[in-house]
């Protein structure tokens, strides 16, 4: 099985596994863990503060793995606290695409970036 | 194949058809693709926003739904960022969990929430 | 006149000079600048990550300075945004205060936070 | 005197009167503070998102005022936190300018948006 090919359960299972090993599920409240997701999107988001579309092309290729490595942690906490209230991540997913098809209807909302509240 | 064996590239699939039916790539430039994870990353954290621990017991309890779907918002965007500057999310998250794991040694690491640049 | 009593425009005063100096009004757009904001917001929230309310006053007592400088950065971008849309920060603070007042009259949101539009 | 030329421990004053009369004190750890600060940041910069220069112009002139009402709950939290923690925001920010006209010798940075730690 290719790395990729890997279900989000086995990658829960390996961070259950880090955590219960350090004993870290005592700190591991909502609050702090919603947190630390927004506190890793901003990491990211900082790769991109003050940059043109040509700088952030620029800024990719020299720098793709730290960029990657800041997804990854937003992705790990992502997963954590699905799998701390038991959130099946996959059927959110697939629910919430279905309800994004019709909000953004393809013939409203095609080559609009408006919110589904002001379309028309 | 349950929906949660689905693969994250079978999830991405998902994706690029629903943005490609709407054209909507022109959009997707770095920089907006963080603000929107950083956004839906304030909108789950605004969920435990003055709620001690019961109280977030009792709101997860009431509100699975809507926290679930703000936590597929943010999976949303993580994999939408990861499909655009072609990151293989597995292979990056397998690579930061064992730094992850060196930063965090056990004997260092364990009951403790101090950062790993504060471990002594 | 003591320091604190030094008004708002006195002080973008002084932004506008240091960023003149420097020639940065080429890069201060809007967007980058929400986004310098809400970085950083998000580095003063950090210092409150995984800390329950007695390690927040430890923290506190032993980097209150550090604190204070996240603070300010963050005011510093308040500032700066403020004078870039030739906003009047007292003037909307006023008005703001105003419509809490009747968003969240006394008798319904004494000693409660919930919402505005959670208040019965 | 006219509005913005009021102090900043005047506007202070109103939000603890504000704050005193619904006995709100109470909610106002540093833990929720600094989240509130935060996700209205993210407020304002919800406004920015997806647009390019030319519609973030656009959006401002019809929307200067939903902008400015965000930005005064931004500013709202700065100055609630600064009061809780008894920190003096001027004086904090007089001598934070002070510290980045260090980091940042005009000579170096001018005409350059490159983080402090990347000016060589």
Redesign the interface.
């Known amino acids: 099985m290719s790395?990729?090919?890997?279900?989000?359960?086995n990658?829960q299972a390996?961070?259950r596994q880090?955590c219960d090993?350090?004993?870290?599920d005592?700190?591991h409240?909502?609050?702090?863990l919603?947190?630390?997701?927004?506190?890793e999107?901003?990491?990211?988001?900082?790769?991109?503060?003050?940059?043109d579309?040509a700088e952030?092309r620029k800024h990719?290729q020299d720098n793709?793995?730290e960029?990657?490595?800041e997804?990854?942690?937003?992705?790990?906490w992502?997963l954590l606290?699905?799998n701390k209230?038991d959130?099946?991540?996959?059927?959110?997913?697939?629910?919430?695409?279905i309800?994004?098809?019709k909000k953004?209807p393809?013939e409203k909302?095609?080559?609009s970036?408006r919110k589904y509240t002001e379309l028309s």
């Open positions: 790395m990729s090919e890997q279900s989000l359960s990658l390996k961070i880090f090993e350090r004993n870290w005592q700190f409240n909502g609050k702090d919603a947190i630390s997701l927004s506190l999107a901003a990491e990211l988001l900082e790769h991109f503060q003050w940059k579309e952030v990719m793709k793995s960029v990657a490595e997804l990854a942690d937003v992705f790990y992502v606290i699905a209230f959130i099946d991540l996959v059927d959110v997913f697939d629910k919430k695409m309800k994004n098809a953004y393809v909302s095609k080559d970036h």
